[in-house]
């Protein structure tokens, strides 16, 4: 008998996503037409699926589609599939029924070979680990896709709503999809969108959008002033504007890179735990709503609420006799494009100099940071995880991919992702936020979800 | 059965003072000492009167009634100093159009041998990002209906008593569609719910612990998926001859209900229309994909629907996608078609005990609930009734009779997403 891999799932920890509801409004229907102007969390660098850039996530969610999505309340639902099924007597091959009418922004068809391929790519990719219990996938029809599995795999639909499972024509490193929006132009720093009129899901209501992001505060805060932006990032507090936030379930980190010694990482780590005031580093540096991070998963994913343990003795004794003079001095890699990064790096720098660590900041662009991100080849460097699906456990595995994806592979190899089933010794979760956007008041219909994606395609003009 | 036991004003719940407008005496200026109570009312709510822009919108179900009086209290804010004072409407739209700040809202209603004028001063933030108002003073007067106010009422016709509205719980159901008519051949109508996945039909039921709707059916809305559908979800319900046809959006095909019978079908019902098709990927229909002329019907629509009128001529109404909303589009006979803008994507055509009318939703500001306007089915439109300060967003109109009383009422799907529920609003 054949059971729905997706009925299997344990939703459970969805429900915590209260902040995912929509707001009650009242509003005519929506309108279709004019264009939008948003602000990127960071600079694009390639518009891939697998890519990890925040801003290509962003743009990633608009131009491409997996076979399942979550939807704002949290639910799982099918994308582009139209069921999963997992026959008992052989629960290591699944089947996935794909809908027949979806095509690409070039007007061919998405069929299961597109599928197939874009899962096989992202299994031989890093950053392809949320695809762990995957072994292999083929075509065996136009419209199904045959999923050969490690593992039993009940998250497989969970899995499947993941960015790893998007879907490129004949799974290649292109920048077409199924998606709400097309890309039209990358120049000067901007990429511009237009409507997908025949996506399967509804054509967007915006004809175009021009996303970019901002060198500075001041550069954000004037284009907004000037009606030059209309979704914004990074605006000062103490404005009444129209905001939208989404769950508290970015994780910012500072990880530890292959420019530290195996032997030193434990001291670090330590010394970062107890030495960093996290409580009043999100306090002084962070304009959204945060909580400092007891655990690496967000509390709102089911993680440890609280204050950590702030120490500064206690981390200069775990630290100070176990790396010599000379291993302190450390540079901090931080992405130039993320403006709220600087400021978190000062405050991290000011800590670990009274633990006895002395910290450059390295800044970055957003290209070589994520080289040197995906490569490993730095001493510290911070960044920000957000959960590639609204999962306790798949956030966790995510910080931990973050210094090393096969670990974060192999985890999810043995069995789906649980709080506290795989720890992460580089990397030092510091605070989890809200993601939250300012934007004009006349553009209505706008969330924002866990990974502080803007929900583009259902936001639309009102005059 | 769901029988009124009497008719009263639902304003009258929640408004803040009650005041006399006249004494015994009803001779000539009757109406002029309403307007004086009135503005008495509204004075301390237009401070700094010199710096604003009104707007002043009676509405009453005698159009000679609503002018004087809407006249008779704009005089009165210009003498005491306003910017300007315009008449109108009074919804949003019109408000934001006019650039006004305040906008004075009456609504007139007779009971038995009074008069009474009820409504607000609202306050519009004047920002440019900003669609926020405000209730400022809530304003009630009345007066006897004496000879100069009963020379205001059409002779045959007795003033209609006060408009009654009152919401029943339907549960956590996300509405799209409303229509009624008898679907189990009862000889009672039902009032079926069209959600974007399935149908429901439910009957008002009254006994000594009052109003309820009963669940009388539940059918499921499925099959093949559509090959694109709009991204926000939309369906149509008709109820004609007892089959109920029902559409949703996620769907290819629609179905036909009859009995317990059930076979596909193509296209969305709007009754008195057709059966169209919507546009790809978007959320309106054409007058080609209903097979009708494009004279007939706007070039593109949310919803339609036709009444045949008393004097056999036929009254076509359609709501309008426009970027601030919809606007009705409404053509009575051979005439030229009129249009209200400012409206919300809801409609019904009825003939009520009161006359025939033209009903539609109102996105009265973003963030608060909408309202159900109901405007005379004449050249004016005039509105006669606003039925405001409902819980949530009106998601579908409807108009049948569904307590057996042999007159048809208005029925009006309102949800709160937050709260997740849906209650239907009959309205009579």
């Known amino acids: 008998m054949n059971a729905r891999a997706a009925l299997a799932l344990s939703l459970a920890s969805f429900a915590s996503l209260a902040s995912y509801a929509p707001r009650a409004h009242a509003e005519t229907r929506a309108a279709y037409g004019g264009q939008a102007l948003g602000a990127l969390a960071s600079s694009a660098v390639d518009l891939d699926p697998l890519s990890l850039n925040p801003g290509d996530g962003e743009i990633a969610a608009l131009l491409f589609d997996s076979p399942f999505r979550v939807d704002p309340l949290g639910r799982l639902r099918p994308q582009l599939a139209l069921a999963l099924d997992v026959d008992r007597a052989t629960p290591l091959r699944a089947r996935l029924r794909l809908r027949p009418d979806v095509r690409f922004h070039d007007g061919t068809p998405l069929r299961a070979k597109d599928v197939a391929a874009s899962l096989a790519r992202a299994l031989q990719s890093p950053a392809g680990w949320m695809l762990a219990p995957i072994r292999a996938a083929r075509a065996v029809a136009d419209d199904v896709v045959e999923i050969d599995l490690a593992r039993p795999a009940p998250d497989l639909a969970l899995l499947l709503s993941t960015p790893a499972a998007l879907v490129t024509p004949g799974g290649a490193h292109r920048s077409i999809g199924s998606g709400p929006f097309r890309l039209d132009a990358v120049d000067n720093g901007q990429v511009r969108l237009s409507a997908h009129a025949a996506c399967f899901a509804g054509r967007p209501y915006l004809d175009g959008l021009t996303l970019r992001a901002y060198g500075s505060r001041p550069e954000e805060a004037g284009a907004w002033d000037v009606g030059a932006l209309h979704v914004a990032r990074h605006l000062g507090a103490g404005v009444d504007r129209a905001a939208v936030e989404g769950p508290m379930t970015i994780t910012e980190y500072l990880a530890i890179g292959r420019g530290i010694s195996d032997a030193f990482v434990a001291p670090f780590a330590a010394a970062f735990e107890l030495g960093i005031d996290r409580d009043r580093l999100r306090r002084l540096a962070v304009r959204e709503r945060a909580v400092p991070a007891r655990s690496p998963a967000p509390p709102a994913l089911g993680g440890a609420s609280g204050v950590p343990v702030y120490d500064p003795a206690a981390a200069t004794r775990a630290f100070a006799d176990k790396v010599p003079a000379e291993a302190r001095k450390v540079s901090l890699v931080v992405d130039k494009s993320r403006l709220e990064d600087r400021a978190v790096a000062d405050r991290i720098l000011a800590d670990l100099a009274r633990v006895g660590i002395e910290v450059a900041i390295d800044l970055a662009d957003a290209a070589s940071y994520q080289q040197r991100l995906q490569s490993g080849r730095y001493e510290l460097l911070l960044g920000a995880s957000a959960p590639p699906a609204p999962d306790g456990g798949l956030a966790e595995l995510a910080l931990v991919a973050v210094a090393d994806p096969a670990i974060a592979r192999a985890a999810l190899l043995r069995a789906p992702a649980a709080i506290g089933a795989q720890a992460a010794p580089r990397v030092v979760p510091l605070y989890h936020r809200a993601p939250r956007l300012h934007h004009a008041a006349e553009l209505r219909g706008l969330a924002v979800d866990g990974a502080g994606r803007a929900s583009w395609a259902d936001a639309h003009w009102r005059r | ?428």
């Open chain 2, 1 to 428: 059965m769901f029988a009124v036991p009497r008719r009263f004003a639902r304003a009258a719940i929640v408004l803040a003072l009650v005041v006399r407008a006249g004494g015994a005496s009803a001779g000539p200026g009757t109406l002029d000492r309403l307007a004086d109570t009135l503005v008495d009312r509204a004075r301390p709510s237009l401070d700094r009167i010199a710096t604003l822009d009104v707007g002043v919108a009676v509405s009453a179900p005698w159009p000679r009634l609503a002018g004087d009086l809407s006249e008779l209290v704009s005089s009165r804010l210009r003498a005491l100093g306003a910017r300007s004072v315009v008449k109108g409407g009074g919804d949003s739209a019109w408000a934001r159009a006019n650039g006004l700040e305040r906008v004075v809202r009456i609504t007139v209603d007779a009971q038995g041998p009074t008069l009474r004028a009820s409504g607000a001063v609202v306050a519009l933030s004047g920002g440019l990002w900003s669609d926020e108002s405000e209730t400022r003073a809530h304003l009630y007067a009345e007066a006897p209906l004496d000879a100069e106010l009963k020379a205001y009422l059409p002779g045959p016709l007795q003033p209609p008593g006060a408009w009654q509205a009152r919401g029943l719980l339907a549960g956590d159901l996300d509405v799209l569609a409303l229509d009624v008519g008898d679907t189990d051949g009862d000889g009672r109508a039902e009032i079926v719910a069209a959600t974007a996945s399935e149908l429901v039909a439910f009957d008002l039921v009254a006994d000594a612990s009052g109003a309820r709707l009963v669940e009388r059916w539940r059918a499921r809305l499925d099959g093949r998926l559509a090959a694109q559908r709009p991204r926000a979800d939309v369906a149509t319900v008709a109820v004609e001859a007892g089959a109920v046809s029902a559409h949703a959006s996620p769907f290819a095909d629609g179905v036909r209900r009859a009995g317990k019978s059930a076979e596909p079908a193509r296209g969305y019902r709007l009754r008195g229309v057709g059966t169209c098709e919507l546009e790809p990927g978007v959320d309106w229909f054409t007058p080609a994909s209903c097979g009708v002329a494009a004279t007939e019907l706007p070039e593109r629509f949310w919803t339609a629907a036709s009444l045949k009128r008393a004097d056999s001529s036929t009254a076509m109404a359609a709501i309008v996608p426009g970027p601030a909303g919809g606007t009705l589009w409404l053509r009575l006979g051979a005439a030229p078609p009129i249009a209200v803008r400012g409206v919300g994507a809801q409609l019904a055509l009825a003939t009520l005990d009161r006359g025939e009318v033209v009903v539609t939703s109102d996105p009265v500001e973003p963030g608060e609930p909408d309202a159900v306007v109901v405007r005379a089915l004449a050249p004016a439109a005039a509105v006669l009734h606003r039925v405001e300060r409902l819980p949530g967003q009106v998601r579908a109109l409807a108009t049948g009779d569904v307590d057996g009383d042999g007159q048809p009422e208005l029925i009006a799907a309102v949800r709160d997403d937050a709260a997740r529920k849906t209650e239907l609003w009959i309205i009579r």
